[in-house]
């Protein structure tokens, strides 16, 4: 499980959203999460269904990634999917009503319109920003998106480089878990048996190790930045400076464009509808 989760990690390619400034891919991202939120309707969700595998096929990134990106939210997905079925009431003739179990049609649209929400969020925002950004890349994005407030003292640079760092150690710290979790087997441990509680406990003397090899690769990084006479952002040059060009202007109108859209869909008349 722990290897299909490739939250932070980037796929080097060459398709237009590879080339796409970093900036609109961020303020494409903002578009994107925005519209996910506001779809309301069967029309909004199938234009979000249907532009996320446009974007898979733009972006390059093979299907197998894509779905291996879904498997460890399966788990918030179908959580989420149950909540919504069986505690959403409506003044409707209930489809099942056994017991205390009561399943309404408004529940089932809205479990089946949260799924949808949820998948297309997370793939979406991925292909867009993190599968197909490197993190030096995303950093200058996110420290030029925010240079403005350097005027009123707000350490821009700073923040972008621990989100992108942050963002960057999470794949380094699951090939680490991986790796622990694999010689605690190999000298007996057992973290599939017994109920929840004796499996939550198995996996604390993970936790030691892992913390320990996180700080350990901090300390690491801080010293290969100061061998290379790293000073945060005084002084600091750039070997690409960032430019707009055609197809960055064109990516800006099409976000514009989508959100447009899925206002325009849900003004439609549906019944399915949340």
Not at 197 to 226: C, G, H, N, Q, T
């Amino acid at each position: 499980m722990l290897k299909d989760i490739t939250l932070g990690q980037y796929f080097s390619g060459n398709s237009i959203l590879h080339r796409l400034d970093p900036r609109i891919k961020i303020i494409a991202v903002l578009f994107f999460a925005v519209s996910v939120f506001i779809a309301k309707n069967v029309y909004s969700f199938a234009f979000l269904l249907l532009s996320v595998i446009l974007l898979t096929l733009v972006s390059g990134i093979s299907y197998k990634i894509v779905l291996k990106s879904i498997k460890p939210v399966l788990v918030i997905v179908i959580f989420t999917a149950v909540i919504n079925l069986f505690f959403t009431k409506a003044d409707e003739t209930p489809l099942i009503d056994w017991l205390f179990i009561t399943v309404y049609p408004r529940g089932i649209k809205t479990a089946v319109f949260m799924i949808v929400r949820i998948l297309t969020l997370i793939v979406g925002t991925s292909l867009i920003l993190t599968y197909t950004t490197s993190p030096i890349a995303l950093t200058d994005g996110i420290e030029r998106l925010l240079s403005p407030l350097k005027k009123i003292k707000v350490p821009v640079h700073e923040f972008a480089m621990m989100m992108t760092i942050a963002l960057r150690f999470i794949p380094t710290l699951l090939e680490e878990t991986d790796k622990i979790i694999s010689a605690q087997k190999a000298r007996g441990a057992g973290f599939d048996e017994g109920g929840l509680m004796k499996k939550a406990k198995a996996f604390l003397p993970i936790l030691i190790p892992l913390f320990i090899s996180a700080f350990r690769r901090a300390d690491e990084l801080a010293v290969a930045m100061e061998c290379r006479c790293y000073r945060g952002d005084e002084g600091r040059t750039r070997m690409k400076e960032l430019k707009m060009q055609g197809r960055d202007v064109t990516a800006l109108i099409l976000a514009v464009l989508f959100t447009a859209c899925i206002i325009f869909f849900n003004t439609l008349p549906t019944t399915l509808s949340i």
